[in-house]
């Protein structure tokens, strides 16, 4: 079967991305409001956009019901800063609770239930509970179709001590959540290629 996205409307389109571009990644995105507001949201439209210096991206898209941008994009926008914070499996449902559509006002590490821990370099808090959290500045926002791809460079690594060995990160140990079309999967088996077994 070949498909033209042209020809698909864009909702059959978006499912046809997200069941193909799998597992993905979640940026467990932590940003604060001018007025001080701590704001949380998961994003799977998310990468390592480039080795050195170390940046990476999210894609935001626009909310589903209004014109005002998310509240992860107008505070990126107005402070230039922002932490990706990885969700581990044991955070599962507190990271489900922070993709809620919370007003603005809202403080989601208070919703969620989890602790707001001081960075070094940024003003938003990262997430205590998180394994790793990466601070990032805010390098550009490249306007893409109908989404925004927020390209940051990473300043600090926040390195739970028991995930950290001789410079690489145990990846067994952080325990990743990652995102199918609509649900989610977790990294069960890692090998080496080549590997005769399958
Ligand atoms: C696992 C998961 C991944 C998501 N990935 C994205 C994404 O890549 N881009 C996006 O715009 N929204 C994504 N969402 C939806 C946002 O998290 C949701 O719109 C959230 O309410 C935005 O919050 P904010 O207004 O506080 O920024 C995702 C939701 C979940 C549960």
Redesign the pocket.
Known sequence: MVIDPDTLDPQACYKLLIGSVVP?P??W?S?VSRDGVR????????TVASRQPPMLC???????EGDL???????IEQTGEFVINI?SLSLSNT??E?????P?EAD?FEKAGLTPAPCEVVGAPRVEEAGVSMECLLDRILPLGT?SLVIGKLVRFHVRDELYENGRIDVSGLDP?G?LAGN?TKVETIFDLPADDF
């Open positions: 993905r979640i940026a995105t940003t704001n949380l949201a998961p994003f799977s439209f998310f999210i894609s935001v898209g626009p909310r589903p941008d998310k509240d992860t994009l107008s505070n969700v990271m489900f922070s993709s809620k559509n919370h603005p989601e989404d959540l995102r989610y």
